[in-house]
C-alpha cells in the first residue's frame, strides 16, 4: 500500500522489526505527523478518549472498548480527551493472517476498517494489564501465551459483534461477505500459501503460481499490499518459526534450518545475521529461560 511522501515513521522495535509483537503502555498525547507500520494494531484506553486522523477520517476511539486496525494506513492521534492511559498492541500482519479470524472481520480490518467493540467488557482491563506485565518478562514463552490470547480475545469481539468507526455503521456477526479487492485478495491468499508451506522448497515463483499471476507482477502486488517483498515475507515466517524451535526444543541448528525451508545451513546463517544479527546459537543461549 502505498504511503504519500515524508509520512512513513517507524515504532521502535527490537531486531526483526515488523515480525515481533511490540506491547507499549503511556498517556496518549495529539501527534504532530502521521505515521505508520506493517502491524494490526489493537488500542485500549484506560480512562480516557481519543481522536484519530486518518486521510480526512476523524475516528473516535472511546474508554474501555478495544479498537482493531491495520496500521500501514497513515495516522496520527489528533485529540486526547481525559486523563488516562493507553495500552498499545502492534501484532505482526503474519500472525494475524495465521489466525483465520472470521471472515467479515478480517476483511474490514485488511480493508482500512477501525473497529470498535460494541460492548464494554470490565475484564478486559485486568487482561490488558496481564498482557503488559507478561511482556515485560521478554520471555519467548510468554509472548507466545499473549499471542494466543490475543487471538482468542479477538475471535470473541468479531462474535459479540463490533462497530466500524470510521463509517458509523455497527456490524454484528453474520456469513458472508462481499468480494474482496483482487490485489488484496491475491496477497491473502499468497500469504496463506507462504504460512502452509513456509517448510517446503518453495520461492517467488511457487508462491505466485499459487494465485496463476506472472512472479514479477505478483511481487509488485504482494509488497504493495503488505509493504515487504515475497522473499523478505517468507524468510521472516521462517525465522519466526525458527526461533521458537530454538528456545522450545533441543533440537540441532542443522535440524531446525532443513525443518524451517532454508535448504542449507549457510542460507539459515546468513538469514539470521542479516534480521536478528546473531548467530542462531548465540540467540539460543542469550534468551534461553533461567
Known amino acids: 500500500m502505498p ?21 507499549q503502555y503511556h498517556a496518549p498525547l495529539p501527534m504532530a505527523e502521521s505515521h505508520w507500520h506493517n502491524h494490526i494494531e ?9 481522536v484519530y486522523e486518518c486521510g480526512s477520517q476523524r475516528i473516535v476511539a472511546p474508554q474501555g472498548r478495544i479498537v482493531v486496525f491495520w496500521a500501514s494506513i497513515p495516522h496520527r492521534v489528533s485529540e486526547v480527551h481525559g486523563n488516562g492511559r493507553l495500552t498499545c ?15 467479515r472481520f478480517r476483511h474490514e480490518v485488511m480493508h482500512g476498517g477501525f473497529l470498535v467493540t460494541l460492548d464494554r ?8 494489564a496481564r498482557w503488559r506485565a507478561d511482556f515485560d518478562r521478554r520471555e519467548p514463552a510468554f509472548r507466545r501465551q499473549i499471542l494466543d490470547e490475543i487471538h482468542l480475545r479477538l475471535r ?3 462474535l ?13 456477526p453474520r456469513s458472508g461477505y462481499g468480494a474482496l479487492t483482487r490485489p488484496l485478495a491475491n496477497a491473502e491468499a499468497m500469504a496463506s500459501y507462504i504460512a502452509e508451506h513456509y517448510d517446503d522448497a518453495i520461492g517467488v515463483t511457487e508462491v505466485a503460481g499459487h494465485v496463476g499471476l506472472h512472479p514479477n507482477y505478483a511481487m509488485s502486488l504482494f509488497k504493495q499490499a503488505v509493504g ?14 525458527a526461533q521458537a524451535m530454538l528456545l522450545d526444543s533441543n533440537d540441532t541448528v542443522a535440524s531446525i534450518a ?3 525451508g532454508f535448504g542449507s545451513l549457510s542460507r539459515f546463517y546468513e538469514a539470521f545475521r542479516t534480521h536478528l544479527r546473531s548467530t542462531p546459537s548465540a540467540y539460543r543461549k542469550a534468551r534461553a529461560v533461567r
Open 121 to 128: 467488557d470490565d475484564s478486559d482491563r485486568a487482561t490488558f
Open 156 to 158: 470473541r469481539m468479531a
Open 258 to 260: 532443513l525443518d524451517c
Open 42 to 50: 489493537i488500542n485500549y484506553l484506560h480512562t480516557c478518549s481519543m
Open 89 to 103: 498492541l502492534n501484532v505482526p500482519l503474519q500472525e494475524f493472517w495465521r489466525w483465520r479470524l472470521p471472515t
Open 228 to 241: 515487504i517483498s515475497i522473499s523478505a515475507y517468507l524468510t521472516r515466517h521462517r525465522l519466526s518459526h
Open 160 to 172: 459479540t459483534g463490533w462497530q466500524l468507526a470510521n463509517a458509523g455503521r455497527a456490524s454484528t
Open 3 to 23: 504511503v504519500p511522501s515524508g509520512l512513513e515513521k517507524r515504532i521502535p522495535a527490537w531486531a526483526g522489526e515488523d515480525s515481533w509483537l511490540h506491547v
